[in-house]
Structures are given as structure tokens and as C-alpha cells.
């Protein structure tokens, strides 16, 4: 059975701390990894990644894989109050645009 | 305008109705799908469907159905609804590796 793995489940920090989130799946047919930062609203979309060893950055975010261990982070440095949200990483698996998604990890940034 | 959208945004229906909840999109994506979100387990698929007319179950279907006669539009009904069914329902349309996703439909079955 495909499964994504978050953690930590939540995770309470101040502003300009710098976080790390992971992600650890078991999937069949791997083609790649995606991450989401949900607020009060629908998920968007941040990263995707297909390959070990490449890191993706966009600002204070940044992902990178490792297909060999079967895991992703997410860091996030100089954390804002507005980077407070459920970070959600999804594993696209076997055929058909399908995603398994982790349970989310809940990010609370205090001012 | 452009994107995708959800009606109703909330719903609250009884144990045994039928409810539809309709999902919209504008980008002509191939894929749809529908979600569904639960504290504890994340977003869990319901149903997908890679073309008009072409539908496919997803981790969790029973329950539900169903149907694209356009490449637009993907209703997901519930045809009696249950207690467990409460939930947030969300629809996403995309085309390789990136969905996006809709505002979201509350729905509540009492």
C-alpha cells in the first residue's frame, strides 16, 4: 500500500527560527514529489521534485529528495508569521496523475 | 473567469439525502479529482478521472459518484449520505505532476 509519512505532526517556532519538515513515503512507480502549503483555504502549490540531490528553492523555501532513502525536507529560514499553514507533501504514484498524500505537518510561527 | 471553482461552498444535509457537489474548471485539464480532507489523514482521494468519460476510483469511493460528461464539470454525489461523510471536499484539475486545487466545499451530514 502507497504511503507518505510527515513529521513532525506539528511544530510551534518564532519568527526567524528555521524549520524543517520531512517527508518519508513508500510508493510503487515513484515519479515525483510535491509539496503544498495549505492555509485557510485550498493547498498551493510549491515545490516539485523528480530527482536525488537537486534542491529546489524559491525564496525562503527550499526541498530537496532522496529517492535512495525514500524521503524529502522542506526548509523554511527566517520563518514569518505568515508562514504559518499545513505543509502538505504528496507522492505521485503508479499511473494516472494520482497523489498520496501525508497527513500535513501543522507550522505555527509566534511573533 | 479562469480557474477552478466549487458550489456550494458549505453544505448541510441529513443522514440518507442525496447531495451533489459540482466542481468547475476553465483551464481544459485533462485530469480531475476529488478529495476529501479529515484531521488526522490528510487528503485522501476519492475519485479521479483523466478524460471526459473516463473515471477511476481512487482510495476511498465508497459512497460516492461519479460522472464526466464534460471536460469541465466533475460532480461528486453522495448518493445517501452518512455521518462519516462530513467532511471538506476539494476538486483539483491538472495535467502533468501539478493539480490545482479549489476553494474547497464544508459539507456537514447530520
Known amino acids: 500500500e502507497d504511503k507518505v509519512v510527515q513529521s513532525p505532526l506539528s511544530l510551534v517556532v518564532h519568527e526567524g527560527d528555521t524549520v524543517t519538515l520531512n517527508c518519508s513515503y513508500e510508493v510503487t512507480n515513484f515519479r515525483s514529489l510535491l509539496w503544498y502549503k495549505q492555509e485557510k483555504k485550498a493547498p498551493t502549490f510549491l515545490f516539485m521534485l523528480t530527482s536525488s540531490g537537486i534542491e529546489k528553492k524559491s525564496g525562503r523555501l527550499s526541498s530537496i529528495l532522496d529517492k535512495k532513502e525514500l524521503f524529502s525536507i522542506l526548509n523554511i529560514t527566517a520563518t514569518q508569521t505568515g508562514d504559518s499553514a499545513v505543509y502538505l507533501c504528496?507522492?505521485?504514484?503508479?499511473?494516472?496523475?494520482?497523489?498520496?498524500f501525508g497527513a500535513g505537518t501543522i507550522l505555527r510561527v509566534k511573533s | 473567469d479562469a480557474g477552478i471553482t466549487q458550489s456550494p461552498r458549505y453544505k448541510i444535509t441529513e443522514t440518507g439525502r442525496q447531495v451533489t457537489l459540482m466542481c468547475h474548471q476553465t483551464?481544459?485539464?485533462?485530469?480531475m479529482f476529488w478529495y476529501r480532507q479529515d484531521l488526522g489523514h490528510g487528503l485522501r482521494l476519492i475519485y479521479y478521472s483523466a478524460a471526459a468519460d473516463i473515471t477511476d476510483k481512487g482510495e476511498v469511493p465508497d459512497g460516492y459518484v461519479v460522472s464526466r460528461s464534460k471536460t469541465e464539470n466533475f460532480p461528486l454525489t453522495l448518493e445517501s449520505a452518512t455521518r462519516s461523510q462530513t467532511s471538506v471536499y476539494f476538486c483539483a484539475s491538472g495535467d502533468y505532476n501539478e493539480q490545482f486545487f479549489g476553494p474547497g466545499t464544508r459539507l456537514t451530514v447530520l
Open positions: 483551464w481544459s485539464h485533462s485530469y
Open positions: 504528496a507522492v505521485e504514484a503508479r499511473y494516472g496523475n494520482k497523489l498520496v
